[in-house]
């Protein structure tokens, strides 16, 4: 069992930056592809960013290439997501999430979620 537990949600003014984290409690952190997810209100929580388990290889949603970056410490056990230009459409709760194989690309294949951070885009 993997707990995640994510911070660094809030309230930012369109343009600006928020740092996500997400510490996983597992020690052997690096046998798991770790993601972002978010849902905004009324709509399917959506992939927003992954990174492997063994290449460190990214991938990110077309609505954020360019503006986000999720990194990873396996010193930390943690995983983060940069988010800037930050736009209103990118205001939603946002999962991280884990899973014990190379990749993770949709809500499907998630074994492991957190509770979630919001983060809210004001125009």
């Known amino acids: 069992q993997v707990q995640l537990v994510e911070s660094g949600g809030g309230l930012v003014q369109a343009g600006g930056s928020l740092r996500l984290s997400c510490v996983a409690s597992?020690?052997?952190?690096?046998?798991?592809?770790m993601g972002w997810f978010r849902q905004a209100p009324g709509k399917e929580r959506e992939f927003v960013a992954s990174?492997?388990?063994?290449?460190?290889?990214?991938y990110y949603a077309d609505s954020v290439k360019g503006r986000f970056t999720i990194s990873r410490s396996s010193a930390t056990n943690t995983v983060y997501l940069q988010m800037n230009t930050l736009k209103p459409e990118d205001t939603a709760e946002y999962y991280c999430?884990?899973?014990?194989?190379?990749?993770?690309?949709?809500?499907?294949?998630?074994?492991?979620w957190g509770k979630g951070t919001l983060v809210t885009v004001s125009s």
């Open positions: 597992q020690r052997t952190f690096s046998i798991y592809a």
């Open positions: 999430a884990a899973r014990p194989s190379e990749v993770i690309l949709t809500p499907n294949q998630v074994h492991y």
């Open positions: 990174i492997s388990r063994n290449t460190d290889t990214t």
